[in-house]
Structures are given as structure tokens and as C-alpha cells.
């Protein structure tokens, strides 16, 4: 079985602060992990992924994304937030050699101006 | 490219209703997935195809969902009967087997179902 935990429900941040969007893991073997993100109304955008390699993964928007293997988690990391990352962020996991996303339950950032 | 298109994207029925979801995945995309997206859950995957077979339907509940991809391309989903709890958001996601972005999904904007 495998499954994604996001443990806060909502993070709130000062426009310029740095943002944190945190997410741990289970699943047996190589896991291959995701970040996506969802506008009111829309689809779930890509972000980024970890599939091998350099632990620290950057993705688009400034975003980027630390894979501990030690601790199973994936964290979600932009230096300087915009008001306009405010939005629904998913992590998702998957093995290796299945297509099965797992997604987490979701993490609703909010950057005040 | 385009995108995955879904249509309606929006839809209101009554308890006991039937309603069907249409989409059509990026060119060229073998692997068609849709999901349920509940408020305030992430997406749950209902039924995974490659071209128009199926390799995971293991969450969809059969008595009252059913899908379908007859010619490997477009697909729909279907709820007869519609239960209050089917009220959600209904992804449908694609994905190119083999390419060096390690089948990454990519979804269409969703469509919104309200039983009531």
C-alpha cells in the first residue's frame, strides 16, 4: 500500500516570507513523488517531481521541493511568496514501476498582502 | 499542445438521476485516468485505461459507475443511479507510457457534480 500525509490542513504566510508546504510518505521501493497545485475552478497543475538523483528538486513558479529519504517526506519550499500561490497544493506518490498516484489530502495556502 | 478537455463542467441532478462525463486526453496520451476528487480529500483514482483496455478499476464502484474508451481515445463516465455522496469533482487525467517524464499525469479542469 502506499499514502501521502499533509499534515497541515492550511499555512498561512506574509506576501515575501518564505513559504513551506510539508508532506510525508509511505510506499514500498523507489518512490517517485509530486507536487501539484489547483486554482478555484481548475484542474491540478504540475509542479514538480522527484524521480532519482539530487534530493532538491526545482520546479516552476519558484517553487522547489526536498526529498528525504530518512525521514520519507517531500517537502514543498518558494523562498519569497506571492499572493498569488495562494491555492490548493497536493503531494502525490507513486512506486516506481506502477502508474498509481496516491494523493494526499491537501494543503490550502494562503498569502496575505 | 491542448490540454485534456472535460465537459460539462458543471452538473446538478437529482438523487436516483444518471449523468455522464466526457473527455477527450492529449494526443498521442495511451493512459487515461479518472479520478474523484471529494471536498476537502485529495483525488482518488476510479478507473485507469491503456488505449480502451482497463487496468485498474478496483475503486470504482460498479454497481453504479461504469467507463468507458471504446476507440482508445475519448472516454466517459457514467453514475446510474446518482447517490447524495457521488457529489464531487470528477478529473480525468492522461499520461504517455514510455516518455522520459516518467508518465507524468497531466488533468483536465474537472467537472463539478452536485446531487441533490
Known amino acids: 500500500a502506499q499514502s501521502v500525509a499533509q499534515p497541515e490542513d492550511q499555512v498561512n504566510v506574509a506576501e515575501g516570507n518564505p513559504l513551506t508546504v510539508k508532506c510525508t510518505y509511505s510506499?514500498?521501493?523507489?518512490?517517485?513523488l509530486f507536487w501539484y497545485v489547483q486554482y478555484p475552478n481548475r484542474g491540478l497543475q504540475f509542479l514538480l517531481k522527484?524521480?532519482?538523483?539530487?534530493?532538491l528538486v526545482k520546479g516552476s513558479y519558484g517553487f522547489e521541493a526536498e526529498f528525504n529519504k530518512s525521514q520519507t517526506s517531500f517537502h514543498l519550499k518558494k523562498p519569497s511568496a506571492l499572493v498569488s500561490d495562494s491555492a490548493l497544493y497536493f503531494c502525490?506518490?507513486?512506486?516506481?514501476?506502477?502508474?498509481?498516484?496516491?494523493f494526499g489530502a491537501g494543503t490550502t495556502v494562503t498569502v496575505r498582502a | 499542445e491542448a490540454g485534456v478537455a472535460q465537459s460539462p463542467r458543471y452538473k446538478i441532478i437529482e438523487k436516483r438521476q444518471s449523468v455522464a462525463f466526457w473527455c477527450n486526453p492529449i494526443?498521442?496520451?495511451?493512459?487515461l485516468y479518472w479520478y474523484q476528487q471529494i471536498l476537502g480529500q485529495g483525488p482518488k483514482l476510479l478507473i485507469q485505461?491503456?488505449?480502451?483496455?482497463?487496468?485498474?478499476d478496483s475503486q470504482l464502484p460498479k454497481d453504479r459507475f461504469s467507463a468507458e474508451r471504446l476507440k482508445g481515445v475519448d472516454s466517459t463516465l457514467k453514475i446510474q443511479p446518482a447517490k447524495l455522496e457521488d457529489s464531487a469533482v470528477y478529473l480525468c487525467?492522461?499520461?504517455?507510457?514510455?516518455?522520459?517524464?516518467?508518465?507524468?499525469?497531466?488533468f483536465g479542469p474537472g467537472t463539478r457534480l452536485t446531487v441533490l
Open positions: 485505461f491503456q488505449n480502451n483496455g482497463v487496468v485498474d
Open positions: 487525467a492522461s499520461s504517455s507510457p514510455g516518455d522520459r517524464d516518467y508518465n507524468e499525469q497531466f
Open positions: 510506499v514500498s521501493g523507489n518512490p517517485y
Open positions: 502525490a506518490v507513486r512506486r516506481s514501476n506502477d502508474y498509481k498516484l496516491s
Open positions: 494526443s498521442g496520451h495511451a493512459t
Open positions: 522527484y524521480i532519482t538523483g539530487d534530493n
